[in-house]
């Protein structure tokens, strides 16, 4: 059954550092997104990508971070100066082109980011 | 905003048991709701969706309601097995891209 797939499953970073999350969606899906879960709280939407071009972000989702699609099968996201309070699993997200935003999401199993 | 809430946040009943978790949401123009199932540690699962011109979805011993107008949903899981324990999350979609999530139920299913 079609996945989406992230790597690294847990990167420890110091504070200030850059970060790249990886992404590879399923293989025909065109929408994605990034949400992000700090330890026991709710799981927070953070971008939303379509076409090669943000179409959403939360007020989370600021200068510090960005996402591109490098090639045809990596979505990544990236943080430029990680702080304490990036701490958090990072979770990737597609949907199918047939349904788009009303579809199903289906979700990666998530990137353990540890700040120190 | 849309509020989503979860009740109860957590659950622990006997294997067997027929159960129900809820769901609600403060903004009822909602383009489908979703239900996920997530593990200790690990990513979330698709469980269900339903649209918001459906009332109900059913897959094996899962079946979700919606009932937009109220703003609820439950979902209903027959014949609990341990291997169903896990945190359960409603989430929705209004207007734009973002999935507004629940905290959670999380279910602990004892043989």
């Known amino acids: 059954e079609p996945e989406v797939t992230q790597t690294p499953s847990h990167q420890v970073t110091q504070m200030g550092q850059e970060v790249i999350l990886r992404c590879v969606p399923i293989?025909?899906?065109?929408?994605f997104y990034w949400y992000r879960q700090i330890l026991g709280q709710k799981v927070e939407f953070l971008v939303s990508?379509?076409?090669?071009?943000?179409?959403?972000k939360s007020e989370i989702f600021d200068d510090q971070f960005s996402v591109e699609r490098p090639d045809g099968s990596n979505f990544t996201l990236k943080i430029r100066s990680t702080k304490l309070e990036d701490s958090a699993m990072y979770f990737c997200?597609?949907?199918?082109?047939?349904?788009?935003?009303?579809?199903?999401?289906?979700f990666g199993e998530g990137s353990r980011l540890t700040v120190l | 905003k849309q509020e989503v809430t979860q009740i109860p946040a957590a659950l622990s009943v006997p294997e067997g048991e027929n159960l129900v978790l809820n769901c609600s949401f403060t903004?009822?123009?909602?383009?489908?709701l979703q239900w996920f199932r997530q593990d200790p540690g690990k990513g979330l699962t698709s469980l269900l969706l339903i649209q918001s011109s459906q009332r109900e979805q059913t897959s094996g011993r899962l079946n979700a309601s919606l009932d937009k107008s109220s703003g609820r949903s439950t979902l209903y899981i027959a014949a609990s097995q341990p291997g169903d324990s896990a945190t359960y999350l409603c989430a929705v979609i209004n207007s734009g891209y973002a999935l507004n999530f629940g905290k959670g139920t999380s279910l602990l299913v004892t043989p």
């Open positions: 990508f379509y076409n090669n071009e943000i179409s959403e």
């Open positions: 293989s025909n899906h065109l929408y």
């Open positions: 903004d009822s123009a909602i383009y489908n």
């Open positions: 997200a597609s949907s199918d082109p047939g349904t788009g935003v009303t579809g199903e999401l289906f």
